[in-house]
């Protein structure tokens, strides 16, 4: 247990999350307290790493194999899983950028979760890859993260088959948790402790999905996020029902951009527009937007040039700041900021209250942000490139006798 203590990782059952966060606490806060831009780490050691102790091993596994050995009988759920976020999960540029700052161990065990326990880099370097899967004997979500167990040898692959056929190349055997949310959970829910001795929120989708409608009704992450298909799942197998899209998004109907539902109610006068924007968190398990992104609801009246007489706008994120409320990634922060995101099955309103033209039209929109431009800046990647997610725009003429805007519809619905 001792070793587990000491580097904070929580692969085998770490029994005290508590004064593992504290340690790794006191090595991140070092390195962010200074400005984001001035790390004088080299690749990703922070600058305290000479004041720690050895980080001895985790137990190492045997004959790890890349994903491109599995692609050579299960060629289709390779080519879906290189394009998921997972095969990206340690090379993304935000969390490259992050890891300049924070302590890589800390951060690996989910992102990287082979490093440490094999020595070739490339398979490292695939993040979470099959071979994290598909070795895992148990899996559970706890607030410390990362609490799944990996086998050391590679005869076997789980997976949530009983009849599987005996390939040459492993053998099968079937767990029941592959087809459970706790698996997701193992790395999508971590409380982050801070100094202080607050815990912090971070990914929370595990949580919010058992507490809310969709955990209570047994509707798996897997069932939404792993859509199944008829087809072969090795090469010249007989074809299976329901075998699970392995992109993660929901395969060919994509599940990004169909969670919320987006409506406005709209008054006028004279002056201007009064509208009342519904937002219905319809499709997710869970609360939206996620960890890291920001969705920003924009309504804006134009002239008939197009030129914007008013604009107002609501930003939905969880944001973490520090102890001056500046706002920070989780690993420096003290406390947890603006929480303003839509629960599944959730309604929120909003409200806007606009000047307007003699004629022009309204325009509201819903932008999705992959990170906040502020935490862009701090860790020195550029800003986010906003993507329009749902969108509507109306003209209207001058008012009528009842000083209402001519055209202006009652209600409209936005549409992707
Ligand atoms: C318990 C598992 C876990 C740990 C530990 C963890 N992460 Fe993550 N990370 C995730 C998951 C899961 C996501 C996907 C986002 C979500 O679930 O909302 C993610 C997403 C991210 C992203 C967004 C990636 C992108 O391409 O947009 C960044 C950046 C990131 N994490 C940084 C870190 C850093 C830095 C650390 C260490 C201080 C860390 N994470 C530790 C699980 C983890
Ligand atoms: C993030 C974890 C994860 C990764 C990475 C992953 N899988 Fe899976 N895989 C699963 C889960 C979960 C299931 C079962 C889903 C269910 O039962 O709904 C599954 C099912 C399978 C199955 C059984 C298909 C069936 O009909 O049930 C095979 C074969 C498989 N995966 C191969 C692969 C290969 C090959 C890779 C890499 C290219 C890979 N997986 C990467 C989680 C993963
Ligand atoms: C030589 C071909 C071959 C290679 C290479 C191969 N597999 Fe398989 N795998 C199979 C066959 C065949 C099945 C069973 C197909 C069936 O019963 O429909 C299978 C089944 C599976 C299952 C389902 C297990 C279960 O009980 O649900 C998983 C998971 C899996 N493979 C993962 C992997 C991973 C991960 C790799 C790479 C490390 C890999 N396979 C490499 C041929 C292969
Ligand atoms: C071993 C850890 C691990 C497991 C298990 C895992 N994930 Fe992830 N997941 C991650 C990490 C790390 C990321 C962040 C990747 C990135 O964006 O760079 C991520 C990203 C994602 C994303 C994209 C998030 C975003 O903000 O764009 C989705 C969706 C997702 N995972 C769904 C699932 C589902 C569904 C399961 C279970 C079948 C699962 N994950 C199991 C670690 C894991
Ligand atoms: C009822 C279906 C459903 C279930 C169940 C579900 N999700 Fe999702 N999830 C979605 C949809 C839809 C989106 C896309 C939201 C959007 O972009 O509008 C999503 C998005 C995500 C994201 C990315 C969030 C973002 O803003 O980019 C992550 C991470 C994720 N889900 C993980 C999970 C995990 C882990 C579970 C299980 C604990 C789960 N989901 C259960 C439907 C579901």
Redesign the pocket.
Known sequence: MGYVLAVGVGLLASCDSKSAGSEREGVTKAAIAESPHASGSQGTATPDDTARPAIPPLPPLEAVERAWRCAECHEELYDEWSRSPHANAAKSELFAASLEHADEHDCNRCHAPLARRIDDPQTVAEGVTCEVCHRMQAATATPDGANFELVASPATKYGPLCDATYPYFHEADCLPFFSE?KL??SC?LLHYPTPSGNSLPVYT??EE??AGP?GKEG???Q???MPGATKAIASGEKERKGVPHHDF??GPKS??????QVSAVIQSDDQGLDVDVTLLNR????A???VH?QLVLEAKTLSPSRVVVDQARVVFERQFVDATGNPVPFFAASRLGREHRIGPRERREEHFDLTAPEAGSLSITLL?LAVAPALAQRLGVPPPVPQV?LQAEVPFGAPDASHRRRHLPKRIELKP
């Open positions: 949310s997701c959970g999508h989708e595990y999905w058992l969709h509707k798996q992450c069932s939404c996020h998004v929901g599940l990004v951009g169909t969670g919320l499709g997710a398990g869970h939206l937007p996620g992104r999705r997610v």
